[in-house]
């Protein structure tokens, strides 16, 4: 099993920062990707951004620019940086791990508790 603990949310002016952390915990033999979502009320939840383990990023298309994301392998951490916040942008953040049990095994994705960002005008 894997836990994902998150941290870093608020509530923030726009046009403020924040930055989300994610320790993944637990009986860890390799994290694949890892990932940030936001889940904003009667959504469905999206991806903002995701890292593979060599470095490689993806961002959605609303926050290229202002977000980055970020990781320490050797923590089992993954950061996301958030520059320039819109209100827009608050909602529920998930944490996103995919864990690989052993070396031909199967991968599995874990999520962590959520965290809230508001985003006042």
């Known amino acids: 099993q894997v836990q994902l603990v998150e941290s870093g949310g608020g509530l923030v002016q726009a046009g403020g920062s924040l930055r989300l952390s994610c320790a993944a915990s637990?009986?860890?033999?390799?994290?694949?990707?890892m990932g940030w979502y936001h889940q904003a009320p009667g959504k469905q939840r999206e991806l903002v951004a995701a890292i593979t383990s060599s470095g490689s990023t993806n961002y959605a298309d609303s926050v290229k620019g202002r977000f980055t994301i970020s990781r320490d392998n050797a923590k089992n951490t993954v950061y996301l940086q958030m520059n320039s916040l819109k209100p827009e942008d608050t909602a529920v953040y998930y944490c996103?791990?995919?864990?690989?049990?052993?070396?031909?095994?199967?991968?599995?994705?874990?999520w962590g508790q959520g965290t809230q960002v508001t985003v006042s005008s």
């Open positions: 996103q791990a995919a864990h690989q049990s052993s070396a031909w095994g199967p991968t599995y994705q874990y």
């Open positions: 637990g009986n860890i033999f390799r994290i694949n990707a």
